[in-house]
């Protein structure tokens, strides 16, 4: 008869004081949302201290709720309680996180993001029986408002400072006037900064979200670029068009179900001397190397958001959020490419280039 093996109390205990401390986060992020969608933390963005009757007021909202809330955001440690006077604050610290939607490090969308994948978890949870996938347009809505905040904060860093620039030739082609594609363009961002970069090109967006698509539309228009980009419903292997000088795919290879013939495509719409211009999620080869916190969450939005999607397409590739640079070339080899490279990377992204 197999015994027990005994258990190291101490182990167990942390253990046990880690859940509860999970728990906890995980409960966060709806209130977070709320704070955010409320004006709850903007109105606390002065970082003066406010009792909880002062920001029902400013917020418009009932105090026996927000006095709630402010108890959670203390025990959490994103507020500042004071006993003596029952106000508290917001540090600037972190209201530059949380208060400030122009803020380079405005984590608003992210919340968005998780607690619309949190939702679908009775869906995925059934594809693990049946190995089913869950299209994107199965989600919540807040995902796809959520993401496009995320991503935003990288491409409006990188995109144009150093992406672009650590292409071979590329940034000389859209300053001269280049034509763009942007396959799983999303809401528009990426491709907006970049015709507001380069007035002498011209872009299109495709993507197979309808809703995305006619908020991207939406966004070129209020950017005042609409003159010289569209969108259009397509997907990567049937968007319409050839001849294209740069092709890029921002945070969207990993999620298609045949990576490889997305690839193929591309590499017959490019010019002869074009470019495919690759940004995904910076991640290693190897899963040790991806055993981190911000590893951890991407392992997240890809068993409940990502592999779903690639699994709901065809070919089914499910290749995940954190597939690294070695799966991603050989999917991109796979269409076709003969030169594959790791042009650039930062903490956060890999940005691959490929040529015919």
Same mark, same amino acid.
């Not at 994107?136 to 491409?155: C, D, K, P, R």
């Not at 491709?191 to 507001?196: D, M, N, Y």
């Given at each position: 008869?197999?015994?027990?093996?005994?258990?190291?109390?101490?182990?167990?205990?942390?253990?046990?004081?880690?859940?509860?401390?999970?728990?906890?986060?995980?409960?966060? %992020?709806?209130?977070?949302?709320?704070?955010?969608?409320?004006?709850?933390?903007?109105?606390?963005?002065? /970082?003066?201290?406010?009792? !909880?009757?002062?920001?029902?007021?400013?917020?418009?909202?009932?105090?026996?709720?927000?006095?709630?809330? =402010?108890?959670?955001? *203390?025990?959490?440690?994103?507020?500042?309680?004071?006993?003596?006077?029952?106000?508290?604050?917001?540090? $600037? &610290?972190?209201? $530059?996180? =949380?208060?400030?939607?122009? /803020?380079?490090?405005?984590?608003?969308?992210?919340?968005? /993001?998780? /607690?619309?994948?949190?939702?679908?978890?009775?869906?995925? !949870?059934?594809?693990?029986?049946?190995? &089913?996938?869950?299209?994107?347009? &199965?989600?919540?809505?807040?995902?796809?408002?959520?993401?496009? #905040?995320?991503? *935003?904060?990288?491409?409006?860093?990188?995109?144009?400072?150093?992406?672009?620039?650590?292409?071979?030739?590329?940034?000389?082609?859209?300053?001269?006037?280049?034509?763009?594609?942007?396959?799983? *363009?999303?809401?528009?961002?990426?491709?907006?900064?970049?015709?507001?970069?380069?007035?002498? +090109?011209?872009?299109?967006?495709?993507?197979?979200?309808?809703? +995305?698509?006619?908020?991207?539309?939406? #966004?070129?228009?209020?950017?005042?670029? @609409?003159?010289?980009?569209?969108? &259009?419903?397509? !997907?990567?292997?049937?968007?319409?068009?050839?001849?294209?000088? =740069?092709?890029?795919?921002?945070?969207?290879?990993?999620?298609?179900?045949?990576?490889?013939?997305?690839?193929?495509?591309?590499?017959?719409?490019?010019?002869?001397?074009?470019?495919?211009? %690759?940004?995904?999620?910076?991640?290693?080869? @190897?899963?040790?190397? #991806?055993?981190?916190?911000?590893?951890?969450?991407?392992?997240?939005? !890809?068993? =409940?958001?990502?592999?779903?999607?690639?699994?709901?397409?065809?070919?089914?590739?499910?290749?995940?959020?954190?597939?690294?640079?070695?799966?991603? +070339?050989?999917?991109?080899?796979?269409?076709?490419?003969?030169? %594959?490279?790791?042009?650039?990377?930062?903490?956060? #992204?890999?940005?691959?280039?490929?040529?015919?």
């Amino acid at each position: 008869m197999e015994t027990t093996p005994a258990l190291d109390e101490a182990r167990l205990e942390a253990f046990v004081a880690r859940v509860v401390d999970e728990i906890g986060a995980a409960l966060n %992020v709806p209130l977070a949302v709320i704070g955010d969608k409320l004006g709850l933390y903007r109105a606390m963005g002065d /970082s003066r201290p406010v009792t !909880s009757v002062q920001l029902a007021e400013r917020t418009r909202t009932h105090e026996r709720y927000v006095r709630e809330w =402010l108890a959670a955001q *203390a025990a959490g440690g994103y507020v500042e309680h004071d006993p003596e006077t029952g106000t508290y604050v917001l540090p $600037a &610290e972190h209201a $530059a996180v =949380l208060a400030d939607d122009g /803020s380079p490090i405005y984590q608003g969308g992210f919340f968005e /993001s998780a /607690s619309a994948a949190i939702q679908a978890q009775d869906r995925v !949870s059934d594809r693990f029986r049946s190995g &089913e996938g869950l299209g994107w347009h &199965e989600h919540h809505h807040g995902l796809f408002h959520g993401t496009a #905040n995320v991503f *935003a904060l990288a491409y409006k860093a990188s995109l144009v400072q150093e992406w672009i620039p650590a292409l071979e030739g590329v940034e000389e082609k859209l300053r001269r006037g280049a034509q763009v594609a942007d396959v799983g *363009a999303g809401h528009g961002i990426a491709t907006i900064l970049l015709a507001q970069a380069y007035p002498e +090109s011209t872009f299109v967006g495709f993507d197979t979200h309808h809703d +995305s698509i006619e908020t991207a539309r939406a #966004n070129a228009a209020e950017a005042g670029v @609409e003159d010289r980009v569209r969108f &259009e419903v397509a !997907s990567a292997t049937s968007f319409p068009g050839g001849g294209y000088d =740069l092709v890029a795919c921002f945070d969207a290879l990993h999620d298609m179900g045949d990576p490889a013939a997305a690839a193929r495509h591309v590499r017959s719409a490019l010019a002869p001397d074009g470019t495919l211009m %690759v940004v995904e999620p910076q991640a290693g080869d @190897e899963l040790t190397e #991806n055993l981190h916190p911000l590893g951890r969450v991407r392992y997240g939005f !890809s068993t =409940l958001v990502c592999t779903p999607g690639s699994l709901s397409q065809d070919g089914r590739a499910g290749l995940g959020t954190m597939a690294g640079v070695a799966k991603l +070339s050989d999917a991109i080899r796979a269409g076709g490419f003969a030169q %594959v490279r790791l042009a650039t990377e930062t903490d956060l #992204n890999l940005v691959l280039e490929a040529r015919p």
